[in-house]
């Protein structure tokens, strides 16, 4: 620690300040708490919708789309510990995008089990990325999202 500037100098590299940026980015000194209860839900609904897919008989279309919205949560939960509160709200999104493509596959499946438990798990991830967002100051923003994502979950619901 008692060494000269120049004895480091050499090895701030532009990739080491990319690097540092991207560590800023991503981890800052305001990142939300999140309700481990909240976070408990999600991870109970993503198993139970994985123990509904293996008990009844469902079509190809929708296993593979609960399938896919599955590891979607289960990757936005894992990166929760990598990226926070981000990483969430990422995955919120893209499972809203997976909604609206596969519209016709919801609609197909009405009253399902698989459907049902989809549409709370994401209500739980919805519930939590708004208390990441007011935590972090972005709830003006991010209720923009929400919102378009609220209106999406009432069209789900709408579907079946």
């Known amino acids: 620690m008692n060494a000269s500037w120049a004895n480091y100098r050499k090895y701030i590299t ?89 519209s016709d596959v919801i609609k197909e499946n009405h009253g399902t089990e698989p459907i049902e438990k989809l549409r709370s798990a994401w209500a739980h991830m919805k519930s939590a990325t708004n208390k990441a967002a007011e935590l972090n100051k972005s709830i003006d923003t991010w209720s923009k999202v929400t919102e378009k994502g609220a209106n999406l979950l009432e069209h789900l619901g709408d579907l079946i």
């Open 14 to 102: 532009p990739e080491l300040l990319v690097c540092f940026s991207f560590a800023e980015f991503i981890i800052t000194d305001d990142e939300p708490a999140f309700d481990e209860e909240e976070i408990s839900k999600i991870q109970e609904l993503i198993a139970e919708l994985e123990a509904s897919l293996e008990t009844g008989e469902f079509s190809n279309e929708l296993v593979d789309f609960v399938n896919d919205q599955i590891a979607l949560l289960k990757r936005g939960l894992h990166d929760l510990s990598i990226r926070g509160s981000k990483a969430l709200q990422k995955c919120y999104v893209d499972g809203l995008g997976e909604i609206i493509e596969n």
